[in-house]
């Protein structure tokens, strides 16, 4: 895959035409965004070699197992196993978690008893989340000795109950255990922190049991914290992307 000189190339797979890149379209700055509009019937690469220097995988409306809905689901499964096991730096949100979960032996459930988890929420973090390469970088993720926690954007019902084997768990929140993972060179994120309140709030709304005001209004009274991390995650993510790129074209000098 070619690029402009100098830029990183990510590949974006959208599985959703009302789940963007979002506020990541301007807090990815740096690389040149390649996005593949699955949801419109482009398709979906199963070799990690085609996707550039990186790869992200945004969230939808469906299921992670509804391939007869999204026939498209198979493919990208598959380009996460491989990307994740053949160091192409992933990030996979939401629905995008937990088909890296899936694609990686964990075990998923469709609408978990606990509900919908939507609005903002409190990612607590574990002490395997400092020093991580994507997440570390955050406010209050430098001592291990003390539960942290960041608000961040959320919107699912479906969870992850089992990780993959040999995943690194570095994050939960009060109503689901599984909110951020690390395996091989992916992350898995279930809260959305591309999500800026536009579109929070758009996916409130098209929820009948969730109060669309009740979410504009917390994420208002929480705005600069959720931007600010929703952008050092995205930054990090570069930063990750980047400087696997110069190790690669370092082996080929």
Avoid at 58 to 79: F, I, K, Q, Y
Avoid at 104 to 122: C, F, H, K, T
Avoid at 153 to 175: C, E, K, N, Q
Avoid at 222 to 238: C, K, P, S, W, Y
Wanted: net charge negative; with cysteine; charged share 20%.
């Amino acid at each position: 895959m070619s690029s402009t000189p100098g830029r990183r190339v990510v590949t974006v797979v959208q599985q959703d035409v009302n789940v963007p890149l979002d506020m990541f379209e301007e807090w990815l700055d740096g690389v040149e965004l390649r996005t593949i509009h699955a949801y419109a019937g482009e398709a979906v690469p199963v070799d990690p070699t085609e996707v550039g220097d990186g790869l992200i995988v945004l969230g939808g409306e469906m299921s992670a197992v509804d391939d007869a809905v999204a026939p498209w689901l198979t493919a990208t499964r598959e380009l996460l196993a491989a990307a994740s096991a053949s160091g192409v730096p992933t990030l996979a949100i939401c629905l995008g978690a937990q088909m890296l979960a899936l694609a990686r032996g964990g075990r998923l459930q469709v609408a978990a008893p606990p509900g919908v988890e939507a609005g903002v929420i409190d990612v607590q973090w574990r002490p395997e989340a400092v020093g991580d390469p994507l997440l570390g970088g955050l406010q209050d993720l430098t001592v291990a000795e003390e539960r942290r926690s960041t608000p961040m954007p959320s919107m699912h019902s479906d969870a992850v109950v089992d990780l993959p084997r040999g995943a690194t768990w570095l994050a939960s929140s009060a109503m689901y255990p599984y909110q951020a993972f690390r395996i091989g060179s992916a992350w898995g994120l279930q809260f959305h922190p591309e999500a800026g309140t536009e579109l929070l709030t758009l996916w409130a709304g098209e929820d009948d049991g969730v109060d669309e005001a009740e979410v504009r209004e917390a994420y208002a009274r929480r705005a600069d914290a959720l931007t600010d991390a929703g952008r050092q995650i995205a930054q990090a993510f570069v930063g990750v992307v980047s400087e696997r790129a110069a190790e690669q074209a370092a082996l080929l000098v």
